[in-house]
């Protein structure tokens, strides 16, 4: 039997299987989901509770993102819980933001409407963050995600104030040293909205310039 290799009709098939997967990233709802995923795994109600939507327009996008092998899902009970395939598809999310704000001249003046002047806003690289606290240096690490994705992952002595939580825990909270405020990555509000309250108590504080996932992955890199 012959075989033909590198037929056109075979060409076809193969990139449009990668444009299968662009497709299913096609919305921005779904990237939101993909995004919130990268930090823990989730139930379709508080996926859809996190992301604004009804359950029914939230099971669906989760059904595509599973289609396309994005997403695992997993039965537990009359629960199902969704996580992330790999780490591949946190890093191809990752790789989507850096191309669209090297490249998409409009994407500046929306992160803004969204997260405000961030020139206001102190930044500190993992790198330095992670040299201080090895030198022993008085920082504080405030992990200012949801307390669900805090308990599956965070830096290592980070306190846990999600932003309902911050104004409580402001007094209790070292008076002297710096203080780093990290969420979810670059397009999070969190750390920003926790700088500025903090700067705003008259505390030195800075924002950290990725996020959780980024910092993990740092840690298992070779």
């Known amino acids: 039997m012959t075989v033909t290799i590198g037929s056109r009709v075979a060409k076809d098939t193969l990139f449009d299987g990668f444009a299968r997967v662009a497709a299913a990233l096609a919305s921005g709802r779904r990237l939101e989901i993909i995004d919130l995923l990268s930090q823990a795994p989730r139930t379709v109600e508080d996926v859809a509770s996190a992301i604004g939507q009804s359950v029914a327009n939230t099971s669906h996008h989760l059904r595509r993102l599973a289609d396309d092998g ?71 690490v405030l992990d200012v995600r949801p307390e669900e994705e805090f308990r599956a992952g965070h830096i290592q002595g980070a306190i846990s104030a999600p932003p309902e939580s911050l104004g409580k825990l402001l007094p209790k909270l070292p008076a002297g040293p710096d203080i780093v405020a990290y969420c979810r990555g670059r397009y999070c509000a969190y750390a920003d909205q926790a700088v500025r309250q903090l700067r705003a108590a008259g505390r030195t504080a800075y924002r950290l310039e990725e996020g959780y996932r980024e910092w993990a992955l740092s840690e298992t890199a070779p």
């Open 70 to 140: 994005l997403v695992d899902a997993q039965r537990d009970g009359r629960h199902i819980t969704y996580r992330l395939a790999s780490h591949q598809v946190y890093e191809l999310w990752r790789a989507l933001q850096n191309v669209t704000t090297a490249h998409h001249d409009g994407l500046d003046a929306r992160a803004e409407a969204y997260l405000g002047d961030q020139a206001e806003i102190d930044l500190i690289d993992r790198e330095t963050l992670r040299r201080r606290l090895q030198r022993g240096e008085p920082v504080v």
